[in-house]
Each structure stands twice: as C-alpha cells, then as structure tokens.
C-alpha cells in the first residue's frame, strides 16, 4: 500500500513538473493540416478551361466543350514553373463558375470527355496529379460551387450532385493540401437553357457543416478554404496582401462560408488582420493572379508581375504570417507562355538567394531569461536550428525578455524573420529590434502579430555585429522558435513611369542612374534602346516599356500600357449624378456617381456620354471601376455604344463584367471590329451594390 502511495506521487511530481517546464498553450491552436499548410507558404491555383477559349473570366455555362483543346497541354510544364518559382503545390480548378469539369465526371455530361483534347479521353485532373507526384508538389482542388451550367443549381438536387462531384474529386486524386471553395455564388446563368437569374441563400443553400463532415473523412490532411474559413481564411482582397498586422486567429461574424460583413463588403472585412485572440485557428490565403485576370487573355500579355512585384507580394503576405495563393494561366494550347515562366523562375532565384544563409547562424545569443534555467530545452540557440518547433522561451511571469545577437563578424543584412512555435498559438504580440551602430543601439525594426512567419524588410542594408530583439507586448511567455538575419540580393530598381493629362510620358527613378532605354512597341528594352532624355508625348496610347541601368546593371524591365489621351475630350450636355467629368480626368481616385442619398430610391441604369474631340479607330473600351474598395455604383453590366455625329448611337460591347466584385481592375472589352466613332456611351445597367452607377475612368484603346 505504502509502495503504491508512493508511486503515485512520484507520477504526481513528474505530471506537473513536466507541466511546469513546457509553456501552456496560448488560444486557439493550428490542426495539423494547418500546420503544413503554414509550412508550405505558398502555392498557385491554376484556372484553365472554357474562358481560356472564350476571352471571358467567368463562363455563362452555355460554351460548347468542343471549343477546349489545349493540343500541348503539358502539366509538368504548368507544375515546374510553379516549383521552380518556389511553390510548394498547386490547387486546380477543376471545374469554374461555367460547369466544366476537366476531369471524366460521372455527375455530368459537361466535361472533358466532350472536348476536342485527347479525343475526349483525357483527364486533366490526373495528369496534374502525376506531374506533383514527380515534381515532389503537393496539391489541392477548387470545384465551384457555383454552376451555371447545372440545370439544377438552386435546387436541392444540385446539393448531392456537389457532393457527388467532391467525392469522386477527393477520392481518385490522392492526398489533397487544401479543399478551395470559392465565395461567389448565385446570379444568372445557362443553368440548362433556362438562362435565368437563380438566387440562392449562400449561408443556408449549401449546407456546409454536412460537405465539409464529408471533406474532412475523405481528405483528413487538407484544410479547407473559403470566404471565412473553416481552416483558411480569404484575406478580403485579390491583390495578395495581408494586413500589417495579421493575426491567425479569426472570430468570423458567422462562422459559414457565405459571410460577409454587410456594409463595404471588402473595406471592412476584417480577413485582412484577422482577429487578436479570435475564436478559430483560420489563417489569411491571399490570391491574386500572376497576370490581371485568373484566366489567360493573350490582351494581357506584357502585364504579367514582373520578379521584384512578387517580391514584394511575398513580404506581405508569407511575410505577414498569411500564404500566397499566385494564379496561374495556361494559354490556348495548354501551357505556360515563356513570359509567365520566367518571371517565376527569376522571382524564386531571388528568394532562394536571399533566404539560402541565416547570417545569424553562429552567432552568441544572450536571452534575458531562459525558461527554468534549461538552456539545453528551451535556450535561445534553437532559434537559429531551422526547427519551426524547437523554441527558445520564458518563465511564464516573464512576458518581455529580449535576446542579444553577437555574431562573430559584422555582417549586412535588409531581411529579418521571426517565427513562433505557433503549435503553443500565436503569443507575441509585438517586438522592436535593434543594431548596435556606432556604438549606440539603435531601433532598426518592429513589428506586431509573429504568428507562423514575420519578414521585416528593413529600407536600408544595416550592417552591424550586434542585433538586440525586444519582445515589447505579450499576454503569456514567448516561444520563439526563428530568429533569422538575411541579405536580399542588390538590385535596381526599375523606372517609374507616367503620363499627365497632356499626353506627356515621364520617367524617373528614386535615385540616380547612368541611363533609362525605353521602347515603345511592346518588345523589352536593352542597352540598345532608345534612351530616355525628356517627357514625350504619346496621345494616342500603346506599351511604354523602360529599364534603368548603372554600370552596366539593369533593373528589371516595367510596362505601362496607355489608353488613348484624354486631353481633347468632354463630357457631353445632359450627365447625370456628381462629377461627371472625373472619368475622363485620368485620375484613378476621382469618380462620377449616380448613387442616390436617398436609400429608398431604386436602382435604375445610367449613361454617360463622351465627346473625343476628333474620330479616332476604336478597337477596345474601358471601365475602370471606383478605386477605394468601396462597391456602391460598381457595375457589372454594360454596354458601350459609339457614334459619328452625337446623336444616333450603335451598340459596340454589351455583357458581364466578371469578378469585378473580387478583383475590380481595368475592364478592357476588344471590340469585335475595330469602329470609327467621335462620340463614346456607357452605360451601367446593373451594379454590384447600391442605387447608382458609379465609374473612376472610360477609356478608349487604337
Ligand atoms: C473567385 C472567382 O470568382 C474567380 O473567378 C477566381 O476563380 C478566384 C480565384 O476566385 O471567387
């Protein structure tokens, strides 16, 4: 008996011992699919199907298969460009809002197998499936909710075809990384030739807690994406940025995949930080696409995101704790265009070069305080093992210690990265960093929110032998597990270019260089090209392409595709609403509205009529949208009509302007034929929100 007693506090004073040593979990904690997701960082979502062919973003769901034949469809090429970038996997769409599914579904006859590819007997899905079996690439899947090919959307039917459809996708495919389910849904469509409008109640219609029971026992690894959540959160925009702060946690106002807050829609979603202390572990994806749509429009070659922008989109979103989910767009015959190839190629150079040594590796590290004493367990130099899990951390009262950095040599670096072990939750709350320079210390970095990853990317190189971090705000003791010091590789940076309202192009760079070449044909600019001395004019629009150099080094190359000039235009008599002159005023952050104050009038349609002063050769329009994220007045039905003399008016463009809700850029319509008119009409025949039509810009291109 007394042997027994004794045994038994002996396992009593091992539990909370053991207890007291390991810190306790903070909040809300990462699943284990979350954390390889966090792990991976990055990866791409690949949109190929009927809008390839059809120039479109989004299909109606009426396209005819026959018309997808991508004769060198190459999924290694797709996958290696992605790997080669960097990225950990890719997510195909395997079926947009248009119902095509690119697998040989047993759930509909609109698929694969009624195309021209393979004679019909491929299957897209699979061969993506072997290429990130040989590449070592993980993979996920996106099958739309939304079909407005499906005769049954809306109805209760269309529910288990969905799940049919996920099914059949989650079981033949192998381990999936994320299961992507994108927010937009209900509208009109095809739907089976009924081509009608179909509402649907996003947060009730689908019945999600059922699909993703079903999700989660068919793919136990994969997290599951959607506008909020449940595993990954949408950031709230597509242009692939996290907040500044950007927590991990999130308490969705409805924790269902329809949510939306009500007013302003992405201006007030708070997915782009996320919430302090939130209810759900639900970190922020942030898409946005290597070209400006989703889908491969040959009109948007030369407008692919050069190296140094994806740079830049990696700092702010891997960087911000978030991953980044680049779009991806095969062409016509099924493969990347070499543009695309090798701005991934250079842009994963980059960071490989930049994260390849851990200047910090080696260095004395000296912690204010060490968690029991136990250096070996929980001593500072695990933040330099490359372990995400092992972590330097603190007696639980000490809640701001602070860790000296002395590495043998002084060292420059313009990249610092800190990590947690986010398997104890997201702790930290916010730290400073500071270089020993000139003998004095001094602040070089802060930061809030640590979380999974925290890039700071310093302005300037610092180059000193002893480095300070400060933790300055947290709930609980810290568990650091990175602390990291790199030298992102030197560059120039490219010019910047411009045009003012007079037609003149001007290009500048933030500090001196030798020269600026430039062309203006579309083709990149060399050494050899003309140089830049002076503003010119260019009225009548076109590809202004420019690189800097210094000592025979050249920054990469920027483009800049121009409209015609607006200098000779006028708003015509008769406008409607405020400020109508502000679409021709080559501003993108002025703009006309018609939105009524008085929120009990109804929407109805409005034009605009625009006088260009001369005829000119009109081969497409444009719309751009209001830029301040706010959505009143954004139309996304059109049409455009031209005219000789200001009176009679001929329809040239009329449809859907697709996605604009999610990614509201420039909207290029090409005309079918090329129109000689003086006088352009646009008119918003539905908006996405609001009881007006409200525009930045219309534009006309040669
Ligand atoms: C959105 C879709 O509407 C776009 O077309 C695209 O697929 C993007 C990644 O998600 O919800």
């Known amino acids: 008996m007394k042997h027994r007693i004794l045994t038994f506090s002996l396992v009593l004073f091992m539990a909370t011992s053991v207890a007291q040593v390991a810190p306790k979990p903070y909040g809300v904690l990462p699943s284990k699919a979350q954390l390889n997701w966090h792990e991976m960082g990055m990866y791409c979502i690949i949109h190929f199907g009927v809008d390839t062919y059809t120039d479109k973003e989004w299909g109606f769901g009426d396209e005819d298969p026959a018309i997808v034949n991508p004769t060198r469809f190459d999924a290694s090429q797709i996958v290696g460009a992605a790997k080669a970038g960097g ?5 195909i769409v395997a079926k947009h809002h248009d119902g095509l599914c690119i697998w040989p579904t047993k759930t509909t006859t609109h698929n694969i197998t009624q195309t021209k590819w393979k004679d019909g007997k491929g299957d897209m899905v699979k061969e993506y499936q072997l290429a990130c079996e040989k590449l070592g690439m993980q993979m996920g899947l996106y099958c739309s909710p939304w079909d407005r090919n499906s005769p049954v959307y809306g109805k209760p039917e269309y529910i288990s075809l969905y799940r049919a459809q996920i099914k059949e996708l989650y ?16 509208g009109d469509g095809y739907y089976g030739g009924a ?3 179909r509402k649907i109640d ?3 219609y689908y019945g999600w807690d059922t699909t993703w029971a079903e999700i989660r026992k068919l793919q136990p690894g994969a997290t599951i994406f959607g506008d909020v959540g449940p595993d990954v959160r949408w950031v709230g925009n597509e242009e692939g940025h996290a907040g500044l702060t950007s927590w991990a946690t999130y308490t969705p106002e409805a924790p269902d ?6 007013n302003g829609y992405v201006k007030h979603w708070l997915g782009v930080e996320g919430t302090r202390n939130g209810k759900y572990w639900m970190p922020a994806e942030c898409d946005v696409s290597l070209r400006p749509g989703w889908f491969y429009h040959k009109s948007q070659n030369g407008q692919v995101k050069s190296p140094y922008t994806l740079l830049d989109l990696y700092y702010k979103s891997v960087g911000r704790g978030a991953n980044l989910d680049l779009g991806l767009s095969p062409n016509r015959d099924g493969v990347l265009d070499d543009e695309d190839v090798n701005s991934l190629k250079q842009f994963g150079e980059i960071l490989k070069q930049t994260f390849a040594v851990n200047l910090a590796k080696g260095a004395r590290l000296t912690a204010s305080n060490i968690r029991g004493g136990k250096t070996a367990v929980f001593g500072p130099k695990l933040v330099t093992d490359a372990d995400r899990y092992s972590y330097w951390a603190t007696d639980d009262k000490v809640l701001t210690p602070s860790l000296t950095v002395e590495l043998p040599v002084a060292k420059s670096f313009n990249v610092i990265r800190l990590r947690e072990n986010i398997k104890l939750g997201q702790r930290i709350e916010a730290v400073e960093v500071d270089g020993l320079i000139n003998g004095a210390w001094k602040k070089i970095a802060e930061a809030t929110s640590v979380g999974a990853n925290r890039l700071i990317r310093l302005p300037q190189t610092v180059t000193t032998n002893k480095i300070r971090l400060r933790i300055t705000k947290s709930p609980v003791s810290i568990a650091l597990s990175d602390f990291g010091l790199y030298k992102e590789p030197d560059h120039l940076t490219a010019p910047v270019i411009s045009r003012d309202k007079t037609g003149m192009v001007t290009m500048e760079t933030a500090s001196p260089v030798n020269s600026i070449h430039y062309t203006l044909d579309g083709t990149v600019p060399n050494i050899k090209s003309p140089a830049y001395t002076q503003p010119f004019l260019l009225q009548d629009g076109g590809a202004v392409s420019a690189i800097a150099t210094v000592d025979k080094q050249n920054s990469e190359a920027v483009k800049l595709q121009l409209e015609v000039s607006k200098t000779k235009w006028s708003i015509m008599p008769g406008a409607i609403g405020s ?11 002025t703009l006309w509205s018609t939105l009524q104050a008085d929120s009990t009038q109804q929407f109805k349609p409005e034009s605009i009529a625009i006088d260009l002063g001369k005829v000119n050769t009109i081969s497409s329009v444009s719309y751009l949208p209001r830029q301040d994220k706010i959505l009143d007045g954004v139309v996304d039905t059109y049409t455009f009509y031209t005219s000789t003399d200001g009176q009679q008016w001929v329809e040239v463009a009329s449809g859907e302007f697709s996605n604009i809700r999610a990614n509201p850029i420039n909207q290029v319509i090409k005309l079918k034929n090329a ?6 009409k646009f008119t918003g025949r539905r908006v996405v929100k609001g009881n007006g039509v409200t525009a930045a810009e219309i534009g006309i291109s040669m």
């Open 87 to 91: 990225f950990k996997g890719v997510v």
């Open 579 to 589: 400020h109508p002159e502000a679409v021709i005023d080559e501003q993108n952050n």
């Open 675 to 680: 129109v000689s008119a003086r006088y352009i």
């Open 257 to 262: 995949a329809g949510n939306q807050p009500s």
């Open 171 to 186: 079981s033949n495919y192998g381990p999936l990384f994320i299961s992507w389910h994108d927010g937009a849904n209900g």
């Open 202 to 204: 996003r947060s009730t």
């Open 195 to 197: 081509n009608e409008a």
